[in-house]
């Protein structure tokens, strides 16, 4: 969570409505630093619902940012996602411990831990480049 929150923090202070999709229900929200809880939507779903709300909530353009926290995997909803943020003009993270070769995103962040980011871009497989 540490990687976004500086973009959820900066989303919720300008007023802006971050949605928070927590399928695992392990976000507590007063614990995340300088967020403004009034504008933070937590949606607790369960699992096989996840990626549904997820993609209804990119796609209705009600919301600049979606958080996915942990999700299972995404099967076919991974390709609605990307479509959905599109058509919404929103933004999805995805943030999960399991690389899912079917999320096509633009950008992917793997924490590898000691302070190390590696970021890809294109699709999975094309070229990395690593920061500290």
Same mark, same amino acid.
């Given at each position: 969570?540490?990687?976004?929150?500086?973009?959820? %923090?900066?989303?919720?202070?300008?007023?802006?409505?971050?949605?928070?999709? =927590?399928? %695992?229900?392990?976000?507590?929200? @007063?614990?995340? @630093?300088?967020? =403004?809880? %009034?504008?933070?939507?937590?949606? &607790?779903?369960?699992?096989?619902?996840?990626?549904?709300?997820?993609? %209804?909530?990119?796609?209705?353009?009600?919301?600049?940012?979606?958080?996915?926290? =942990?999700?299972? @995997?995404?099967?076919?909803?991974? /390709?609605?996602?990307? &479509?959905?943020? #599109?058509?919404?003009?929103?933004?999805?993270?995805?943030?999960? #411990?399991?690389? =899912?070769?079917?999320?096509?995103?633009?950008?992917?962040? /793997?924490?590898?831990?000691?302070? &190390?980011?590696?970021? #890809?871009?294109?699709?999975?497989?094309?070229?990395?480049?690593?920061?500290?």
């Amino acid at each position: 969570m540490g990687v976004i929150l500086p973009s959820l %923090q900066q989303h919720t202070q300008a007023g802006r409505t971050v949605a928070l999709v =927590d399928p %695992q229900g392990w976000c507590h929200p @007063p614990g995340l @630093p300088d967020v =403004d809880l %009034q504008n933070l939507m937590l949606i &607790r779903c369960g699992g096989p619902q996840a990626g549904w709300a997820t993609i %209804q909530l990119a796609a209705s353009g009600a919301v600049p940012l979606v958080i996915l926290l =942990d999700p299972p @995997p995404l099967v076919g909803d991974a /390709h609605r996602l990307l &479509r959905a943020t #599109e058509s919404g003009e929103s933004t999805a993270i995805v943030l999960t #411990e399991r690389p =899912d070769a079917r999320l096509t995103a633009p950008v992917r962040i /793997h924490t590898l831990g000691g302070g &190390r980011v590696r970021i #890809e871009r294109g699709a999975p497989g094309q070229p990395a480049f690593s920061l500290s």
